[in-house]
């Protein structure tokens, strides 16, 4: 009995010793090349490259891919970490991801992506390319996080990282860029790689946000659609068609809508507290239409009316009213601009196949185009519940 506990006891310890031991297969931090964010940019075809000297025949166009590297923060002497640069860009020419990857270690120590924080493409390169080819690599590599942030920018891609005034890294910046969300109602939600699997597979459009550069920063400015059958850029939405498709969908999470008081004609600000929408799909025979409830509460936060008194319940009336009218108007704006383009990207698609999944079956595999002739009608209401903590107006 107790040689059978003096086994176990020295099995424990052994075991222990290699539990201790740490992870013999790590390096250094400082011998890897941690990619922070990758831009694709479309290069005009070349007749002569040096990077690919052996190739006899050339695609129609070329990718150039920008990665974005960060450096590891080394220390002073006195202990506090040094003031240089946070981060180097280096750029690859070729049409394969997986060739570029493998050709970074010929000029470079070995890049690690699973730090990997942001993919923008520009709306150039995909025209010419499908998104699905684009991050194919990506998609498969084990290295690569299903969390990575996708971006279209209509400018060069490679611009946004750029060295910023701010001096922080641009890769990193983004993602904080997407908390503003709670103070705007101008940008979409951010766009996972995980998120965009399911529209790629089911061929559906979607929009993913705009990055443009701006003197010394860069901003989210609107959104880029991709269209499902070719899966290439469709075209662009404004910040006001932004603003009208968040409206459709219910994703706002704040904001503001400037509005136009009546009688005097001032204006005054609407904050958004809470917003709702319902999609109703509707089917007679073969006909589809779709009608909209979208519904907020909020605040009176600003007020230019100098001849009305903020509190009197006619005044809000009035005010709600004007609200009520200006999101009908981006609602329609957006839906026109969709039927335009014809893409769908407002998830009626989405409450038609709930709703009316046979009539989906007929027309899911060119829904796009079908949208493009279905009437859409909107009903909305706004509920003015506080006028802020001072009744004080211009007067």
């Not at 941690?34 to 129609?60: F, N």
């Not at 166009?61 to 002497?77: A, K, M, N």
């Not at 989210?220 to 932004?242: C, E, H, P, W």
């Not at 799909?281 to 007020?303: C, Y």
């Amino acid at each position: 009995m107790k040689s059978w506990k003096r086994c176990l006891r020295y099995t424990c310890m052994i075991t222990c010793c290699f539990l201790l031991a740490g992870c013999w297969s790590s390096s250094p931090i400082e011998e890897r090349n941690l990619e922070a964010g990758i831009a694709l940019d479309a290069e005009p075809q070349k007749t002569e490259t040096s990077v690919r000297e052996t190739r006899q025949q050339h695609p129609k166009y070329q990718i150039r891919r920008t990665v974005q590297f960060v450096l590891p923060e080394e220390g002073s002497s006195s202990g506090s970490p040094s003031q240089g640069n946070k981060f180097y860009n280096e750029e690859e020419l070729g049409d394969s991801i997986m060739e570029m990857t493998r050709e970074s270690y010929l000029s470079n120590q070995s890049p690690a992506g699973f730090h990997l924080k942001t993919i923008i493409i520009s709306s150039e390169l995909l025209q010419k390319v499908p998104l699905q080819e684009l991050l194919d690599f990506y998609l498969a590599d084990n290295d690569i996080r299903l969390s990575i942030l996708l971006l279209t920018s209509t400018g060069t891609a490679s611009d946004v990282f750029k060295e910023m005034s701010s001096g922080k890294t641009p890769a990193f910046m983004l993602k904080d860029l997407f908390d503003n969300r709670s103070h705007t109602n101008r940008l979409v939600k951010p766009v996972t790689l995980a998120k965009v699997i399911g529209p790629l597979k089911s061929r559906s459009s979607f929009v993913l946000p705009n990055v443009i550069r701006i003197r010394d920063g860069i901003t989210l400015f609107g959104a880029g659609v991709i269209r499902g059958n070719t899966q290439k850029y469709a075209g662009y939405l404004s910040k006001m068609d932004v603003e009208g498709l968040q409206w459709i969908t219910g994703d706002l999470t704040g904001g503001i809508v400037k509005g136009t008081d009546s009688r005097s004609q001032r204006d005054f600000v609407y904050e958004i507290k809470s917003a709702k929408s319902n999609i109703q799909a509707h089917v007679n025979k073969n006909d589809i239409s779709f009608h909209v409830k979208i519904s907020s509460v909020g605040r009176l936060s600003e007020s230019f009316v100098s001849d009305a008194n903020k509190m009197k319940d006619q005044t809000l009336h009035e005010e709600a009213d004007a609200v009520q009218d200006k999101i009908k108007e981006l609602a329609q704006q957006t839906v026109s601009k969709m039927k335009k383009m014809r893409v769908e990207v407002a998830h009626m698609g989405q409450a038609l196949r709930i709703q009316h999944p046979d009539m989906w079956e007929q027309v899911k595999d060119h829904w796009d185009q079908v949208f493009a002739t279905v009437p859409v009608t909107f009903e909305v209401k706004v509920d003015i519940e506080d006028f802020g903590a001072s009744t004080m107006t211009t007067n």
